[in-house]
């Protein structure tokens, strides 16, 4: 089960001290559970993070990358090789954030495959809008998504998909769960051997909800994991 904290364009150096009640917290909690925590702060507090995290059993991830694998041109730029050299083990891609500045599939298909190349696991978001989703259309899109995003990736092992439908992020709403159910089941029929997990709207309160939703692999969570306390409840809730 995986609950991996996404805390976008949030974080300065001292929000690096609220991870240490989740590390003490999970230290015990692990225990004989099969869970994993990936924090993925913004880029400026990857290697600080990473430092911090070295002796712990939580892992580090990053928010995006160039689709260049190999050093560049590129200012403001960072690619997978530089996100590993510096402590990341994972990286979101495709996060609808991006998609709605211009990502598009084949911009992301290029980043998942820099990514795995650089030896980064890849959390691949994908979901629908409040306009596709009233169209009836969200398993075509998500469909869509998939085939582009991992056109000609051969080994899709190293890949989370993360399903986050564009109208729950950030707004307090979740899908219906005989609908997420059935949507999630619909990623895993296609993706046979991969995690699935859930993102939007996470939170202490509807995670009892959501938890009944038996195929779910986990969580990405925004909002709710730059709070340690909230981000243990989801966790805590999650098992009790
Ligand atoms: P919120 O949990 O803040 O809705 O964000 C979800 C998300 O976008 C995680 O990637």
């Known amino acids: 089960m995986y609950f991996i904290a996404n805390w976008k364009m949030f974080g300065g150096l001292n929000s690096l001290n609220t991870i240490d009640k989740v590390v003490k917290f999970f230290k015990a909690f692990k225990k004989n559970r099969s869970i994993k925590i990936i924090y993925c702060p913004p880029s400026t507090l990857i290697s600080l993070m990473s430092k911090k995290l070295e002796k712990t059993n939580i892992e580090i991830g990053a928010q995006n990358c160039h689709e260049q694998e190999s050093y560049g041109a590129f200012t403001g730029s960072i690619n997978s090789k530089m996100l590993k050299n510096i402590g990341a083990n994972y990286v979101i891609i495709g996060h609808s954030e991006n998609r709605q500045s211009g990502e598009s599939n ?54 989370i998909i993360a399903y986050e439908p564009v109208w729950s992020i950030g707004t307090g709403l979740i899908p219906k769960s005989d609908d997420l159910y059935e949507t999630v089941n619909f990623i895993k029929k ?24 038996n195929n779910i692999d986990g969580y990405l969570i925004g909002g709710a994991s730059q709070d340690p306390k909230k981000f243990i409840d989801i966790i805590k809730k999650r098992y009790s």
């Not at 890849?122 to 969200?138: A, D, Q, S």
């Not at 582009?148 to 899709?156: A, E, Q, T, Y």
């Open 190 to 213: 296609k993706m046979r051997k991969n995690k699935v997990l859930y993102g939007g709207s996470v939170n202490p309160k509807n995670i009892n909800d959501l938890k009944s939703i």
């Open 106 to 159: 084949q911009l992301i298909n290029l980043k998942i495959k820099s990514a795995l190349k650089s030896g980064l696991k890849v959390i691949f978001c994908i979901g629908e809008t409040l306009r596709e989703k009233r169209k009836k259309i969200t398993k075509k899109i998500l469909d869509k998504q998939l085939k582009l995003g991992l056109n000609k990736v051969n080994s899709k092992k190293n890949i």
